[in-house]
């Protein structure tokens, strides 16, 4: 065991603070990994806060990480010392049920384990990125191209493969009208990577205030939802929307701006349930789904597919000792567009 140190939730409703954790030995198939930044995504807020359900504390959160391999073990053969990697939402799965098999491992038919919070294989609760190093089995590790920077890699581990996961499977490219709920964390890289595939991109927004962001980012149009004649003009416009905000919408004003056979996916998870008419769905023969992440395959083609095209994310790099000042500004919609922890400020 190694002692490392990291911030951590203590509870659902104090401040993180500084702390040690221990990091299990390095195994025949493990990596370690000097993590050189964290990005904070929201849903380390909602299961610090225990929004998801019960949390065991003490707590640490990030499931965007970015870093270096500093160990390996004796059977590892897909990373060397000194490659520089990452590490998403997932640290293992069961690896034998038909998902896991076909490389859908965040769909593993008895639960992946998640980055933190999560019952690891020896027992223990993963602890996840807001620290100096982790060890993860070799499997769930994958190779940050050079031509990416880390900082502005790290977020695309979540940020990144929750949006091009569906973009891909619901075929956004030419010929397609996508729309994109929220410039946000999510949204913005939902723009960049429906962007990069060819598709016409328009933002559905509350104002207009990040309009130029927006457009700068690769949009084609950018709309105020809080208008009614957004909705009254875009009726029947689009072919896929992916929904990245993490409140309740109006499901069925959004299903009413899909053409036949259009797609509403969501990747944003509110905490409260989401009700709509089924009439939405029956006229026009829509489709309402979800899209969780992406399984490791798909996340290393998305670092690959984001190299080739130049895609990083927006971040604001931060020391640790401002974690608490970012989440406050997640929640009050105050970053542009992904807080990234250089965790070299851990100490």
């Known amino acids: 065991m190694r002692t490392v140190n990291a911030y951590a939730a203590m509870s ?29 995504c929201h849903s380390d807020i909602h299961t610090a806060r225990e929004e998801w359900g019960p949390t065991t504390f003490p707590l640490v959160t990030g499931h965007e990480i970015a870093g270096i391999v500093a160990e390996v073990g004796s059977e590892v053969t ?8 990452g590490v998403g939402c997932m640290v293992g799965s069961c690896g034998e049920c038909r998902y896991c098999l076909e490389g859908e491992e965040q769909y593993c038919s008895k639960g992946f384990v998640g980055t933190y919070g999560a019952q690891d294989r020896d027992g223990t609760i993963t602890q996840g990125g807001y620290s100096t190093s982790v060890v993860v089995t070799e499997d769930f590790v994958v190779r940050i191209p050079d031509a990416l920077d880390l900082d502005v ?12 996961s569906p973009l891909r499977h619901w075929n956004a490219g030419p010929g397609r009208k996508v729309a994109v709920v929220g410039l946000g ?7 960049k990577i429906a962007h990069a595939l060819g598709a016409e991109v328009s933002v559905l927004s509350q104002s207009l205030k990040k309009q130029e962001d927006g ?12 208008d009614p004649a957004t909705f009254e003009g875009l009726a029947g416009a689009f072919d896929l929307i992916i929904n990245t905000v993490s ?23 509110p905490a409260e349930p989401l009700s709509l008419n089924a009439f939405s769905l029956v006229v026009g023969r829509r489709s309402y789904a979800g899209s969780l992440i992406g399984g490791i395959r798909q996340t290393q083609e998305m670092l690959d597919f984001c190299a080739e095209h130049g895609i990083g994310a927006e971040v604001e790099v ?26 070299a400020t851990l100490g």
């Open 153 to 164: 890699a790290a977020p695309l581990l979540c940020a990144g493969i929750t949006t091009y």
């Open 215 to 226: 457009l700068r980012l690769g949009a084609d149009r950018y709309y105020a939802t809080s």
């Open 12 to 40: 659902a409703t104090e401040p993180l603070a500084p702390t040690t954790i221990e990091r299990r030995d390095v195994g025949p198939h493990d990596v370690l990994i000097e993590i050189r930044y964290a990005g904070i």
């Open 185 to 191: 964390g999510l949204g913005h890289m939902a723009v």
């Open 247 to 269: 409140a309740p919408v109006d499901l069925d004003a959004y299903l009413g701006l899909l053409a036949v056979d259009g797609v509403l996916v969501n990747v944003g998870a």
């Open 78 to 85: 897909r990373h060397a010392v000194g490659d520089r990697v």
């Open 318 to 343: 931060i020391a640790a000792d401002r974690v608490n000042e970012a989440w406050e500004r997640v929640l009050a919609s105050d970053v542009r567009y992904r807080f990234v922890i250089d965790t």
